[in-house]
């Protein structure tokens, strides 16, 4: 019996998770759960998983969430806040940490559940993009377990060699395959007046609002490709993007002698989840079995076609922040977060989040950080500029 804890277990991944863990009382429990705002969903989950711990992002929540967790007679101890966070990745009672908390601040509790030496499902893809390094000498000093739950990530580490000493023997090159979200064939003249809501409404995938922007931005890909350098220890020359819009093969590895291995399956999230909670093994994950008899044909695009490199200018800023000193991938994930957040709130135009995403990387200078303090200061000071050229864009400047 594996005690779980799942960061972020009100979003898309978080149920998704809970889904997964339902089916296999006999294999899973839920030790803790967490959550930022929506205390009545944490409290449905609080009274079917019965977790030990509940933990909400701030006292406010926390103490509507305690409130209604006393007066439905739960066993249930509700905190709140940062160190709270912490402590559900860290207990000794812990088997592992499934990591859905989006954007940056997810990375401070991956670092405590890698230290602690967790089996680390990491849905989080910026813990790596803005942790890199530091990330994983924490994970080699604790111990931890890392498994990628992306589910491109999720399929280049299952059509991987299983001894990782061998990889870099073998591998000519891993292919991630990105849908092209919902304007890949949209006239480019026309981004400049896409909403939010059309932002959100990807094609393929049930996601939240943030990750269904960067998937029409392709800004998502760009993240991938720098969370795949640092998992595989592939060189950014190493990896390749193409366009693939059915979403049924989810990444390839290309090997030396020219044959490539890729992992297929329809596009639901519980299949990689299901695969992380029980690696090495495979448990049902509720999602529908592929039917060959009915699949649609498969397509696959580059990004030199259909005027791709101009509709998703932000993909190619992953290997130029690769190439860069360490901590720039970091900056770039931080404007990328205020840019979008800003167009979610109707500030900026759909096109103008590249241009905050570029304009933050020429401005914010740095020294290379070599801890988490100073991984979360260069992430403040780029908030900061990215915002103030978000103001700037607002005010027609």
Not at 206 to 229: C, F, P, Q, Y
Not at 259 to 273: F, K, N, Y
């Amino acid at each position: 019996m594996q005690q779980i804890t799942v960061l972020g277990s009100t979003g898309s991944i978080g149920a998704n998770t809970l889904d997964v863990v339902a089916r296999h009382p006999d294999r899973f429990s839920i030790f803790a759960l967490s959550a930022a705002t929506q205390v009545d969903l944490m409290l449905a989950q609080c009274a079917q998983f019965k977790p030990r711990y509940a933990v909400m992002a701030h006292e406010e929540a926390g103490r509507r969430l305690a409130d209604q967790v006393r007066a439905e007679g739960l066993q249930v101890e509700v905190r709140w806040g940062g160190d709270a966070l912490l402590d559900i990745c860290a207990h000794p009672q812990v088997d592992a940490v499934m990591a859905a908390i989006v954007g940056a601040a997810g990375l401070a509790p991956c670092l405590a559940a890698a230290r602690a030496g967790k089996r680390l499902l990491l849905a989080n893809k910026e813990a790596l993009v803005v942790g890199g390094d530091v990330f994983l000498a924490a994970v080699a000093q604790g111990g931890a377990r890392l498994l990628p739950i992306d589910s491109e990530h999720s399929a280049i580490f299952q059509s991987l060699p299983e001894d990782p000493m061998t990889w870099s023997q073998r591998i000519e090159k891993i292919i991630l395959t990105a849908s092209g979200g919902p304007f890949r064939t949209r006239a480019l003249e026309t981004l400049r007046d896409v909403t939010p809501q059309e932002a959100c409404a990807h094609p393929n995938w049930v996601m939240g609002r943030k990750i269904s922007v960067d998937s029409a931005t392709m800004m998502n890909k760009a993240l991938e490709v720098i969370e795949a350098r640092y998992l595989f220890g592939v060189q950014p020359s190493q990896i390749e993007v193409v366009i693939h819009p059915q979403s049924v093969v989810h990444s390839m590895v290309q090997y030396k002698d020219a044959s490539v291995v890729a992992q297929m399956g329809t596009p639901d999230m519980r299949v990689p989840i299901a695969y992380g909670l029980s690696w090495p093994d495979r448990v049902v994950s509720g999602a529908a079995a592929l039917d060959f008899r009915q699949l649609a044909p498969m397509t696959f695009e580059s990004l030199q076609e259909h005027g791709h490199a101009q509709r998703f200018p932000g993909l190619l800023l992953a290997w130029q922040s690769l190439a860069a000193p360490f901590g720039t991938c970091a900056v770039l994930n931080a404007a990328n977060e205020v840019a979008v957040a800003s167009f979610l709130d109707g500030r900026i135009r759909f096109d103008q989040i590249h241009a905050v995403n570029q304009a933050t990387l020429a401005g914010v200078t740095f020294s290379s950080p070599t801890a988490l303090d100073g991984l979360l200061a260069l992430d403040h000071e780029s908030r900061s500029f990215a915002l103030r050229q978000v103001n700037q864009l607002a005010n027609g400047c």
